[in-house]
């Protein structure tokens, strides 16, 4: 064991040690820092909006700055382990505690446009093996 260990530095100083590193490179975890605010979240606001309202649906904000008491901002920072740093800012503003407009990174659908409603689940009908029998022997194969 100890011979492996005085090996070890060596092993590093030769021409393949890119294969050798990327074995040993250290685990690094996620960091996940701020509020996560989604479009769901964001689609629920509307102007008028008291700050308790606005609270409820996004959550504590993560700046309230004591200088500009008629804005919020929430900033969601994630660091993966290995990748690229992801960050999305939202800022959000009050005019006499009411919500009055929305500025940032998300913001939600356009509710003017309308789309077909989604189905929340789909059902899907597997014939059972005696129904699969009996249409494999009614269709005629193509030569």
């Excluded at 890119?18 to 509307?46: C, H, W």
């Excluded at 959000?92 to 407009?101: S, Y």
Aim: overall charge positive.
């Amino acid at each position: 064991m100890k011979r492996i260990l005085l090996l070890l530095p060596f092993l590093a100083a030769c021409s393949n040690t890119p294969q050798i590193t990327s074995y040993l490179t250290p685990y690094r975890i996620d960091v996940r820092q701020g509020n996560f605010v989604t479009q769901e979240m964001v689609a629920q606001l509307k102007p008028g909006q008291t700050r308790e309202q606005v609270r409820f649906i996004l959550g504590s904000p993560l700046v309230a700055d004591m200088f500009h008491v008629d804005r919020w901002d929430y900033v969601y920072r994630f660091r993966p382990g290995h990748g690229e740093v992801q960050q999305r800012v939202m800022t959000v503003f009050f005019q006499d505690n009411k919500l009055t407009r929305i500025a940032g990174d998300v913001v939600a659908e356009d509710s003017s446009r309308v789309d077909a409603p989604r189905p929340a689940a789909q059902v899907i009908d597997i014939p059972g093996p005696a129904t699969a029998a009996t249409t494999a022997t009614d269709t005629p194969e193509k030569k």
